[in-house]
């Protein structure tokens, strides 16, 4: 039989739940696009229940119906336009006041709206109670209480959303918001011009039509224009003509005393449903942010908190790494010992186990990382931290808001360079995604691991934090450029968003740090695992190179001399042979060396390395940063491989130090790595996200040429110094 069906859009304030509600309903059944034509997120469900066919949106968040950003827009168009049957509006109860405006915004449109009152439990927690009958009876709507991250309520919101869908009674026309004399006069002329005749051709009623006239309301003109014909000018003649009169008769633009109007009649709801004990008068997030974005003490607590991120990362990250190395040489020499020389052993210890393993080691510290992203996510604190970093922003002609992106950026640039949509300005987009890649991702970090442990010891740790200190100047600089060329304008103006404080609940930590960390795992099984065998394929043929020396002979040479010594039994043969194993080690990685030399690796490499030479990076620092472009942990992975650094732990760290390779020059590659060309995921996330190659390209090129002139300046400079 054929089911009726019900579209049922949810609504709200951001980080009100609405995603969290559009999950419990849909579970996995839910579709995940973009709006036409924008990159903003859209998120559909279909679910048949209760007998119905239900398809579920989550909007965009929104505070209003007065569009700013493109989430606003999209928010708004949709209810509006597209007229869902009914509307869920999420309201963050312990922030009532604040969600009220859009609330009381749904209820002047004609569309059926439900309210559920979410964050029951925070509310409650911090001694706030809200009177749900007396909300319904004064707006007319009904209300649910639900509280999202435990599925408590949704069933019923659910139901009563169905009800309400098929209920064929009027919208309610009373208890809407009722403005002052004067407004009113000005709406109803205008109303009275519009008519039934064109209201019926609009979307919306002609009394919303008249009130958004009234402020001036873009979208609203357009659609005026549109569909009443030639009585457009004469409506908009006479809207223009109400706003100066209210102007002039207020004193200020006509769009602030409607919002002024409207939310004095929330100040009103409020009273009437809202009792609080003095348990929030004490508000604790209050208290937290005078001291957490305190002028004076905000900015050590914030490096504080970094700075222990960092630190954490690296030193509760070494003893799993340690584990995880040891498993990788153990599998890696049992292997060895089994398997009989053939070139599928080569491919499988030299290439797969040597590449991927090399990488997989450092899989701990970056879910280290991301669970500390997800901490000042969670807890509120990112949004502070953007809020501190606002005044440094504004030296690039950025606000606050772009930090979030750029913090995001160390743990991994894709999803950082997607949460720019969050930003209005669409110039403020570009230049937050062009700087975000000049922060350090995580992916970058094995190979700061391995060239500051290897030259720096003990210092290793301060080095790699002020290479992350170079990528934020660096950023900060760029930002100052391009703003003053390419991208110019001023910021667009904003309200920093302060979510209060929440204690974060275990379980969604883990779930963001393994949603994230996940995709480094995949990495690892896709892109890094077909890397290191390409990387092999090339260093390990051709097969028949001309040594330049008897690698073989030598090593006979080599077994004879220890043969006699051994049969003379004066010293322990077991010395004798440990000594004769450790000499034909020897050869043999000489020998290797060579063969990986005269390879398609090794030949590629010697090409390029009259680019690389002049920073101190030798060809096979060439390949791997070459190779880093699939994907940047592959730089560590190739130069395992190139090095043939799999048998011993500690392998590749041996072969660096005894290949040429100094502190300066090491320091020199890690800053090549720090600002050379985003991996490919990035590069496409640029694309993506700025809708054109002209940037990607640009991206691409300008990173690529900041990093040569760096790196050379601190080999160059280095070696002039220390001349
Ligand atoms: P959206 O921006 O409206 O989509 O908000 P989300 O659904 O992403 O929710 C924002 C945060 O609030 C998440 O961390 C949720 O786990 C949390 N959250 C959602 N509903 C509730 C609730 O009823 N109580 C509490 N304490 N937290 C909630
Ligand atoms: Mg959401």
Aim: charged fraction near 20%.
């Amino acid at each position: 039989m054929h089911q009726k069906s019900f579209t049922i859009a949810l609504a709200g304030n951001p980080n009100s739940g609405k995603t969290t509600t559009f999950n419990n309903i849909t579970g996995t059944r839910q579709k995940v696009g973009n709006w036409p034509g924008v990159t903003v997120e859209k998120k559909e469900g279909k679910i048949s229940k209760f007998g119905y066919d239900l398809t579920i949106i989550d909007l965009p968040g929104t505070y209003s119906l007065t569009p700013f950003s493109i989430e606003e827009i999209i928010a708004r168009n949709f209810v509006l336009e597209e007229c869902p049957d009914v509307v869920i509006d999420i309201i963050d109860s312990s922030n009532l006041e604040r969600s009220l405006y859009l609330a009381t915004q749904l209820r002047e449109i004609d569309c059926k709206v439900i309210f559920a009152l979410n964050m029951a439990d925070l509310a409650k927690s911090r001694g706030i109670k809200i009177d749900a009958k007396k909300l319904s009876e004064l707006l007319n709507v009904p209300v649910i209480f639900t509280i999202g991250n435990k599925n408590e309520g949704i069933n019923n919101l659910l139901k009563e959303a169905v009800k309400l869908a098929k209920s064929s009674s009027e919208i309610p026309q009373e208890r809407k918001v009722r403005y002052n004399r004067d407004i009113e006069n000005s709406i109803s002329k205008v109303q009275s011009l519009i008519g039934l005749k064109i209201a019926e051709k609009l979307p919306y009623n002609s009394r919303w039509s008249a009130i958004k006239l009234l402020e001036d309301d873009e979208i609203v003109k357009k659609r005026i224009f549109e569909k009443a014909g030639d009585k457009a000018e004469k409506i908009l003649k006479e809207a223009l003509s109400q706003r100066s009169y209210l102007r002039d008769r207020f004193d200020d633009e006509p769009e602030i005393i409607m919002t002024d109007e409207r939310y004095g009649f929330i100040a009103g709801i409020i009273k009437e449903v809202h009792t609080t004990s003095i348990k929030e008068r004490i508000d604790i997030s209050r208290n937290i942010d005078l001291v957490l974005t305190n002028r004076f003490i905000g900015f050590p607590i914030f490096f504080i908190f970094i700075w222990a991120m960092f630190q954490i990362t690296f030193s509760f990250g070494a003893y799993p790494m340690e584990w995880i190395d040891t498993g990788v040489g153990f599998l890696s020499s049992t292997l060895d010992g089994l398997l009989p020389e053939s070139l599928f052993k080569d491919l499988l210890l030299n290439g797969i186990i040597a590449g991927v393993g090399s990488v997989i080691i450092f899989m701990p510290n970056i879910m280290i990382l991301f669970f500390c992203i997800a901490i000042f996510e969670d807890t509120g604190y990112m949004a502070r931290a953007a809020f501190l970093m606002d005044k440094i922003m504004h030296l690039i002609g950025l606000h606050g808001k772009s930090f979030i992106p750029m913090l995001m950026g160390f743990g991994c640039n894709v999803p950082a360079i997607i949460a720019a949509r969050t930003l209005e300005s669409e110039k403020d987009r570009i230049l937050t995604i062009l700087i975000t890649p000049f922060m350090s991702c995580s992916a970058k970090l094995p190979i700061y691991i391995v060239l500051a442990g290897t030259f720096f010891g003990v210092r290793a740790g301060s080095v790699i934090f002020s290479i992350y200190l170079v990528g934020i100047v660096l950023s900060i600089l760029t930002g100052r450029l391009f703003r003053s060329t390419l991208l110019k304008g001023a910021d667009a103006p904003f309200v920093m968003e302060l979510p209060p404080y929440r204690v974060p609940m275990l379980k969604s930590l883990l779930i963001h740090m393994w949603d994230r960390s996940k995709m480094f795992l995949k990495k690892m099984g896709g892109i890094i695992l077909i890397g290191s065998v390409v990387v092999w394929a090339f260093s390990a043929f051709p097969r028949n190179t001309e040594y330049s020396f008897d690698y073989n002979g030598e090593i006979e040479k080599v077994k004879a001399s220890y043969e006699t010594g051994i049969k003379a039994g004066n010293v322990d043969n077991k010395i004798l042979e440990k000594k004769k194993d450790a000499d034909i080690f020897e050869i043999t990685k000489a020998q290797r060396a060579e063969q990986v030399e005269k390879s398609y690796m090794g030949r590629m490499g010697k090409t390029i390395s009259p680019l690389f030479s002049p920073l101190g990076i030798d060809w096979r620092g060439g390949v791997a940063l070459l190779t880093g472009f699939v994907a940047k942990e592959i730089v560590v992975s190739t130069m395992a491989v190139l090095h043939a650094a799999e048998e011993e732990s500690d392998a590749l760290k041996n072969a660096l130090l005894s290949s040429g390779m100094t502190p300066l020059s090491a320091l020199s590659m890690m800053v090549f790595v720090l600002l050379y060309l985003p991996c490919l995921a990035t590069v496409a996330a640029i694309k993506r996200e700025t809708g054109s190659f002209k940037w990607m390209f640009f991206s691409i090129a300008y990173n690529t040429s900041v990093a040569w002139f760096a790196a050379f300046f601190v080999y160059q400079g280095g070696k002039f110094l220390g001349a």
